[in-house]
């Protein structure tokens, strides 16, 4: 670690772990909910659990980002954080605004909430991933804003390399497109097309700069490859990814009220969007197999070209399976949505996150470059469950989703909602168990920073691949 | 290696692409605004229709629903329920009907306790909503 | 240095080129396969297109293309003026074919045919529109090399930026030579 101010990082990539593990119980508990309908009814509904888990999810990837920028702009840009207390005290802000959101579903009705936090005023509340009250949606846009300055007068003081400033553009981005989640119509179509100006300009947008730029950081710390190359190839895929996901938020636009235009533009240009998931994982297993180093932390490398592999499928593959409009007619709103949506969630977001925190908290603890032998076996052996938990969640809510397309949608006898979703009921037991592996898989993550030990060097060090 | 792919044309291209992509975008996403009346049904979006709106957004309606295909995947589609259930009648009667304690064993709705007025608007709201040209979507009734 | 090395230009604007290129096969793709279910519909909107207009188009963009590969002949021997005038005749023609085809869609707007009215038209104005913008993000790359070739900032030995700007404007002028015929005049 060689500036200071790094350090302000740990703070963020803790809660971020911890949001993370909340995340997961309330996973556990709709998923429970799903199969025992009247789970922990009426005190916590299925939509307040749901809410907890999303927004728990989006704060969680929220707080990793910060760290992840706390950490390496400067790293990057070769000089201190502009305001280390800035940070702090960001940090206690969001966490308190975040864990009093969470509270506040919890032990208030959603509709006392609503009133409690004057959204009649500005009504933004009630969409999802938008819950938060229009208050809570305010202070997240003051903390990005003081997170920006803080993170963009380092870049403007420093050394400006690719890495950084395609960091902070991403970053700028998710930051403006989240304003649109203040503009909420009376109009439905209107309300729809522009909240995906919020949610596809973010994960299959803007938020793919910052998975791309944190990517290639880790990879020129571990491989030792030339920056040059490394910041080459990064442009060439954030250009994929825009060039295919701007358009590409037609696919979003088939059935919703606007144009049939849509159903072509969206199709052709979102059966695209992979491309760069593709991209990525090749440029990940290139760079490692370039390396002109054994890097002792073969933990985050394992996290890297997790990442990218994991995308490519999550968000790659599983996407495309779904995006073509004639498809999208019969499986539009199924369980085959929630397949892809969490494998891609996973893949792309949640395992960049893990693979800086991996990269970078040795470093802040004291470490030269990487934890014990004994720490990094245990940090792969969870890598491993929590992917192939993963894996088998998103297979299951795969079948469950043929299964319903094929019952509710395609036959010429089409059964109703409720009968279909007892039909598929075994898919979502066998869900839930793979969903009990991945969190064990996330307590054996979290022990490892609890074993210690000689640290790992680079002669001795173990090779993931 | 330099001299075929420099890093400055990545650049360009990603700034150039990205300036490109945003404008077509902006030209399709204009030419829908002009679209939008024809399709979204706002000949019947009233003062009721609106209130209507609210009490779904206040109520997270979408928490355990979908409209038009997207919300939670736990309880049925209702861009249709207008039609699947009978109209406005059909509507309220089964939102008035939901047990406090729920059904046990099966996934439950909560009782909200709405009044007879909210129950309109909210019915209003359903109405209005199936009457947008979703170019045939859902592919039946069950939605 | 820069040899006689294929493909001409930065390999980057390559795999960019290779990108438009799928989406467009696929759009193209996407039209016969369409037509084929909707032929009644899509001749008689066919016939409505002005073709001696498009004809113009064609043959700005062809000379264009010609102009362009005069200004790359130029550069590799040396001659930057030379070079500059025949980039800024490219350009005059890339704007006449942007005036010529923007009269074409107001000549459509006024009469209220748009990107809704039909599944021909919805064809039509998507592949034009896209290719046109790729004619505008053209004329712009030329001007970018044309400053720069002007101020002297190509020679014989390194004119990489020419040839990466001409092979844009040779693809550009590729789509349109088969957009042409798809649209306009195959029944």
Known sequence: MKFESQKVAMPYFIAAIGLFVGQILFGLIIGLQYVVGDFLFPEIPFNVARMVHTNLLIVWLLFGFMGAAYYLVPEETETELHSPKLAILMFWVFLVAGALTILGYLLVPYAGLAQ???????????????????????????????????????????????????????????????????????NLVKDKFYWWWVVHLWVEGVWELIMGSILAFVLIKTTGVDREIIEKWLYIIIAMTLITGIVGTGHHYYWIGTPEYWQWWGSIFSALEPIPFFMMTVFAFNMVNKRRRNHPNQA?????????????????????MHTLAPVNYYTHGTQITAAHGH??????????????????????????????????????????????????????????????????????????????????????????????????????????????????????????? | MADTFTKDMAR?????????????????????????????????????????????????????????????????????????LGGK????????????????????????????????????FLKYSSGINTANWPPNIQG | ?????????????????????????????????????????????????????????????????Y??????????????????????????????????????YAHHYSNGINLRTNLFYMFYFSLTFFHYMHVI??????????????????????????????????????VWLILFPLVYVMR
């Open chain 1, 116 to 186: 409690m936090t004057g959204n009649e005023l500005l009504p933004t509340m009630g969409r999802e991933f938008l819950e938060q009250p229009t208050i809570t949606k305010i202070g997240i846009v003051i903390v990005a804003l003081a997170f920006l300055f803080n993170i963009g007068m380092t870049v403007l003081k420093g050394r400006k390399t690719v890495v950084s400033l395609v960091l902070f553009i991403g970053l700028v981005g998710l930051a403006v497109f989240f304003l649109f989640s203040f503009y909420n119509p009376d």
């Open chain 2, 12 to 84: 360009n291209i990603f700034y150039g692409g990205s300036l490109f992509f945003f404008l077509l975008f902006l030209a399709l996403s204009y030419d829908t605004n002009s679209a939008l009346p024809e399709r979204d049904n706002r000949q019947n979006l009233t003062e009721t229709v609106a209130k209507g709106k609210l009490l779904w957004e206040e109520n997270n309606c979408i928490g355990c629903h979908t409209l038009l295909g997207e919300g939670a995947y736990y309880a049925p589609e209702l861009g249709n329920a207008y039609k699947r």
């Open chain 2, 89 to 124: 009648d059909g509507i309220i009667g089964f939102i008035k009907s939901r047990p406090v304690e729920g059904i046990p064993g099966r996934r439950s709705m909560p009782q909200f306790n709405f009044t007879d007025e909210e129950l309109d608007a909210i019915a209003e």
């Open chain 3, 67 to 104: 102009f362009v590969v005069r200004a790359v002949k130029a550069i590799s021997v040396g001659k930057r003026s030379e070079c500059v005038k025949w980039l800024l005749g490219a350009i005059f023609m890339g704007l006449i074919f942007l005036v010529v085809k923007s009269v074409e």
């Open chain 3, 137 to 174: 993000m053209g004329v712009v790359i030329l001007s970018v090399v044309t400053y720069k070739g002007y101020s002297g900032g190509y020679s014989a030995a390194e004119h990489t930026g020419i040839e990466t700007g001409a092979s844009y404007w040779h693809m550009v002028d590729l």
């Open chain 1, 300 to 320: 985050a490398v394992l996290w890297a070209l997790g990442t990218a592999v994991m995308a490519f499928l999550g968000a790659g593959v599983w996407g495309f």
């Open chain 3, 1 to 65: 240095m820069n040899e006689k090395r294929y493909p001409p230009g930065d390999l980057a604007i390559w795999i960019f080129i290779l990108a438009e290129l799928l989406v467009f096969a696929i759009f193209f793709a996407s039209y016969a396969f369409t037509r084929a279910s909707h032929v009644e519909l899509f001749n008689i909107h066919q016939l409505q297109l002005d073709t001696d207009i498009a004809l113009v188009n064609t043959l700005a963009l062809i000379t264009s293309s």
């Open chain 1, 343 to 465: 494998m891609a969630f996973y893949g792309a977001y949640v395992m960049i996150v893990l693979a800086m925190i991996s990269y970078s908290m040795p470093l802040m603890r004291g470490r030269k470059a990487a934890n014990s032998n004994k720490s990094q076996v245990m940090e792969m052996w969870s890598f491993w469950l929590m992917t192939i938990s993963m894996v088998f969640i998103t297979l299951f809510l795969t079948g469950a989703g043929i299964l319903q397309t094929w019952l509710q949608r395609f036959t010429e006898t089409p059964q109703p909602f409720m009968v279909v979703q007892d039909q598929v009921s075994l898919f979502y037991w066998m869900r839930e168990i793979a969903g009990v592996f991945f969190l064990i898989g996330l307590v054996v993550y979290i022990a490892s920073f609890f074993v210690g030990g000689e640290e790992a060097t680079e002669s001795k060090a173990r090779s993931s691949v």
